[in-house]
């Protein structure tokens, strides 16, 4: 079974940039990959989404033109660049893995492995 650990999470200001890493402990397949977070007292949300041959990228609208998700297959690892962070980007940051074919999915639980989670904090 695949496992997924994340990290670059932390404190920062608001107008800041973090990049958050996802490495894979194994190869993952031919599979589209995911960061979702959770805010406090919020539902776990869709971020965005990747396939494998980075063809296909999807973004919630409120990180559209902010945050830039990538991935290295070769490293099984996958990246979101999260710049201009606000205050309402505080929340767990999770990576996660859609198994199955395209089109990336905004559902929760459409992902199969999750990782622990990183935290990101943005002060105002």
């Known amino acids: 079974q695949v496992q997924l650990v994340e990290s670059g999470g932390g404190l920062v200001q608001t107008g800041s940039s973090l990049r958050l890493s996802c490495a894979a402990s194994?190869?993952?397949?031919?599979?589209?990959m995911g960061w979702l977070r959770q805010a406090p007292g919020k539902e776990r949300e869709f971020v965005a989404g990747?396939?494998?041959?980075?063809?296909?990228?999807l973004y919630a609208d409120s990180v559209k033109g902010r945050f830039t998700i990538s991935r290295d297959n070769a490293k099984d690892t996958v990246y979101l660049q999260m710049d201009s962070l606000k205050p309402e980007d505080t929340a767990i940051y999770y990576c996660?893995?859609?198994?199955?074919?395209?089109?990336?999915?905004?559902?929760?639980?459409?992902?199969?492995?999750w990782g622990q989670g990183t935290q990101v904090t943005v002060s105002s």
């Open positions: 996660a893995i859609q198994q199955g074919q395209l089109p990336i999915s905004t559902v929760t639980s459409r992902y199969d492995y």
């Open positions: 194994a190869a993952s397949g031919r599979t589209i």
């Open positions: 990747i396939s494998w041959g980075s063809t296909r990228i």
